[in-house]
Structure formats: structure tokens, C-alpha cells
């Protein structure tokens, strides 16, 4: 099992940038792939970024590649989303969650939730 704790929301401009860091207890991040998911008011849950056991393979959703950068620091065991040009449409609860399997887009398919941060980008 892994326990997840994300960090780092917050109230930002549009054009502004955040750090999102989700810390994991328990096993090491290097036996789950990673997703960090959205909800935005009014929407379903969606996976914005997501990295591989491996870290060899990402993924990002359309509306924030080239603007959001997943990464980890095995040492911290903690994943980070580095979300760079902001725009009122990021606005969202922001999620890390973990499975035991590859890399995938279904959110039914994480087993571990964090307790979600908070995002909110202004025009």
C-alpha cells in the first residue's frame, strides 16, 4: 500500500505558475505508475499528467502539454507537477493517485488517492 499527500495549490493570475508536489508513505513510487487528475467544477475527474513505473513514459492530456511537466525525486519519494502558464481553465482540485500497473488514462483504474489540492487560476 501508499499513502499520498499533495501539496502546493493555491490562488495564482492567469500567466503564473505552481509547483504541485504529492509525497508518498509506504512503498516507493517506483512500484506505481503516477497520475496527477483534475476535477474542475461541474466535470468529471480527467488525468492531466502521468508517469510510468519507470519513469521512462509520460503522458499528457492535450489541454496542458508543452505548460505542465510531471516529474519525481526518487530520494523524496514525491512527484511533482510543474504547472506553467496558467490559464482559468486549470482551475480544479488536483489529485496524485497511484496503481500497481502500467500507465493508463482511467481514472477507475487507481487504486490510491490522495486528498486532493486545491488550484484556482484568475483572468
Known amino acids: 500500500q501508499v499513502q499520498l499527500v499533495e501539496s502546493g495549490g493555491g490562488l495564482v493570475q492567469a500567466g503564473g505558475s505552481l509547483r504541485l508536489s504529492c509525497a508518498a508513505s509506504g512503498r516507493t513510487f517506483s512500484s506505481y505508475a503516477i497520475g496527477w487528475f483534475r476535477q474542475a467544477p461541474r466535470k468529471e475527474r480527467e488525468l492531466v499528467a502521468g508517469?510510468?513505473?519507470?519513469?521512462?513514459?509520460?503522458y499528457y492530456a492535450d489541454s496542458v502539454e508543452g505548460r505542465f511537466t510531471i516529474s519525481t525525486d526518487n530520494a523524496k519519494n514525491t512527484v511533482y507537477l510543474q504547472m506553467n502558464s496558467l490559464r482559468p481553465e486549470d482551475t480544479g482540485l488536483y489529485y496524485c493517485?497511484?496503481?500497481?500497473?502500467?500507465?493508463?488514462?482511467?481514472?477507475?483504474?487507481?487504486?490510491?488517492w490522495g486528498q486532493g489540492t486545491q488550484v484556482t487560476v484568475s483572468s
Open positions: 493517485a497511484a496503481r500497481g500497473g502500467s500507465l493508463v488514462t482511467a481514472t477507475r483504474f487507481y487504486d490510491y
Open positions: 508517469i510510468s513505473r519507470s519513469g521512462s513514459s509520460t
